[in-house]
């Protein structure tokens, strides 16, 4: 992480922390996570393609799907991801 851009904003009912990569750090961020202490953290996924059919996969179809299950599922792209939005195809 990069400190000098790291941000915090609180308000009575929201917690905002905006987090920076540090120089050289690349690649889009996977997984996130948070909690009171490190022996009790909870792990948030990112909006990804990848992860989004991940997390399809394991809800809609468990792993004793048939083949012509696992064909017939939707196909779920991830199109656009910014601040105040989410664009996601579903075919």
């Known amino acids: ?8 904003s609180v308000s009575a ?8 990569k540090a ?3 690349t690649g889009p961020w996977e997984k996130f996570c948070f909690g009171l202490d490190a022996s ?8 990804s393609e990848e ?8 809800v809609l179809c468990p792993s004793l799907c048939s ?4 064909e017939s599922q939707p196909l779920i792209e991830v ?10 195809r579903l075919k």
């Open 79 to 88: 199109l656009d991801v910014a601040e105040d939005r989410i664009q996601i």
């Open 40 to 47: 009790a953290l909870q792990e948030r996924l990112f909006v």
């Open 13 to 20: 009912h929201n917690a905002a922390i905006g987090l920076a």
């Open 23 to 25: 120089p050289g750090s």
């Open 1 to 8: 992480l990069a400190s000098p851009e790291t941000s915090v």
């Open 51 to 58: 992860n989004v059919d991940g997390f399809l996969g394991t």
């Open 67 to 70: 083949q012509s299950e696992l």
